[in-house]
């Protein structure tokens, strides 16, 4: 059996006068007003719960540790430093870490001209099959004993606009993923998807406009006939699980590990054909897990 965390959205930060000055204009310096005010309190015990979190993978014996994005607030330095030291513990899995950025990490163009995330979080970014990369290292493949295969796509994008926290995955890596899903290495493993934003809300219907994943349609679409796998994701900070007619993969959104009264995780069980998914939640000063509410799928 291979036991999966699947966590997501921990928005680690800093005081706001510990960041650095220089492009806190514009969307960044109203970021970090609303972080100041209101958003700081919503995730203000972070790191103690990703130690938590990682006492949690080393009591429950998880062998591999998923992240499906945003590590910070803002995507400023001082917070990625400060989310790699509060995360490194969850890479001693046996099984090791996979991480995405999210939309927060490349908050604005500096965090992606700056190689924030691949400075950081780059060894835990690294592909099994880097020569079926087709927009720089993605998709990125890593395979998991004979049994298992994770496939990451890029949503997460820099929005300038004071207004805008959206996403889509390139057309390229889109239209790698059924032939991805074909190469020899996926035979006989169940496929996970990675993806930072989700296609679809709790109720089946499409993120807002000004929030959602522009092309999660046409992510669907091209994940329509995986089978057997899920699809895992973030951004929304709240957890659930959710199959969308026509698409055969499962949709398991992880919500957010460390948001105040909402903290969420999954767990899932891989042997053989059964597979499971145990939902996970924060009480008091760790990490349970809900066994009456597991899925098979």
Same mark, same amino acid.
């Given at each position: 059996m291979i036991r999966i965390l699947h966590f997501s959205d921990v928005h680690v930060h800093v005081p706001v006068w510990k960041m650095p000055w220089r492009g806190f204009f514009g969307? *960044? @310096?109203?970021? %970090? %007003?609303?972080l100041y005010l209101r958003r700081s309190r919503r995730f203000l015990n972070a790191p103690q719960k990703l130690a938590a979190l990682a006492e949690f993978v080393r009591v429950r014996g998880i062998d591999l540790v998923l992240f499906t994005g945003d590590c910070t607030a803002l995507g400023t330095e001082p917070e990625y430093k400060a989310a790699r030291a509060a995360m490194d513990p969850l890479t001693e899995a046996?099984?090791?870490? !996979?991480?995405?950025? $999210?939309n927060h990490d490349l908050y604005l163009p500096d965090s992606v001209a700056e190689r924030n #995330? &691949? *400075? #950081? @979080? $780059?060894? !835990?970014?690294?592909?099994?099959l880097p020569e079926v990369a087709v927009d720089g290292r993605w998709p990125l493949v890593r395979l998991i004993e004979d049994s298992v295969a994770l496939i990451a796509v890029n949503s997460a994008r820099p929005n300038p606009k004071l207004w805008l926290s959206t996403g889509s995955v390139p057309d390229v890596q889109l239209e790698a993923l059924p032939k991805l899903f074909a190469h020899a290495e996926m035979r006989n493993r169940f496929i996970f998807v990675l993806t930072h934003f989700g296609p679809r809300r709790r109720d089946g219907t499409p993120d807002t406009s000004l929030h959602g994943f522009d092309n999660g349609e046409a992510f669907l679409s091209s994940c329509a006939d995986l089978k057997p796998g899920a699809v895992l994701h973030g951004h929304i900070h709240e957890r659930y699980f959710l199959r969308v007619e026509g698409v055969e993969p499962p949709i398991f959104n992880a919500g957010s590990a460390t948001y105040e009264g909402r903290e969420s995780i999954w767990? @899932? &069980?891989i042997e053989g054909e059964k597979r499971r998914a145990i939902p996970g939640k924060w009480y008091h000063d760790r990490y349970l897990l809900d066994e009456g509410s597991l899925i098979d799928f």
């Open positions: 969307k *960044r @310096f109203f970021g %970090a %007003a609303n046996p099984m090791g870490m !996979l991480c995405i950025p $999210g #995330y &691949e *400075r #950081y @979080f $780059g060894d !835990l970014t690294a592909s099994d767990v @899932f &069980e």
